[in-house]
Nanobody, 122 residues
Framework: QVQLVESGGGLVQAGGSLRLSCTAS????????MGWFRQAPGKERELIAA????????YYRDFVKGRFTVSRDNAKNTVILQMNSLKPEDTTVYYC???????????????WGQGTQVTVSS
């Protein structure tokens, strides 16, 4: 069972950038497609970006296209979410997740990190 640990959250002003990282616990990382989710209080967790096993395929929700970029480094067991032009409405907890099969833009994802808080001030 792979364990995922996110880092890189924090407080940033609107228009600023943050870089979230998610590191997996073992070298099976390349067997998993990776997704980034976020969940606002009282709302369902939503997929915002995903990347395929090799990194050759990506998926973005419309509201992050052009602002967020997902990438991965399988040699470092790490997936990155680069977030630019942040808005106050991007404020919430962000999670990374891994799946071993199926389309990257749909549930289920099998393994989850603990989440990292992103706060964007206006």
């Amino acid at each position: 069972q792979v364990q995922l640990v996110e880092s890189g959250g924090g407080l940033v002003q609107a228009g600023g950038s943050l870089r979230l990282s998610c590191t997996a616990s073992d070298d099976t990382f390349s067997r998993y497609a990776m997704g980034w989710f976020r969940q606002a209080p009282g709302k369902e967790r939503e997929l915002i970006a995903a990347i395929s096993w090799t990194g050759g395929g990506t998926y973005y929700r419309d509201f992050v296209k052009g602002r967020f970029t997902v990438s991965r480094d399988n040699a470092k067991n790490t997936v990155i979410l680069q977030m630019n032009s942040l808005k106050p409405e991007d404020t919430t907890v962000y999670y990374c997740a891994a799946k071993s099969r199926g389309r990257i833009n749909i549930l289920p994802y099998e393994y989850w990190g603990q989440g990292t808080q992103v706060t964007v001030s206006s």
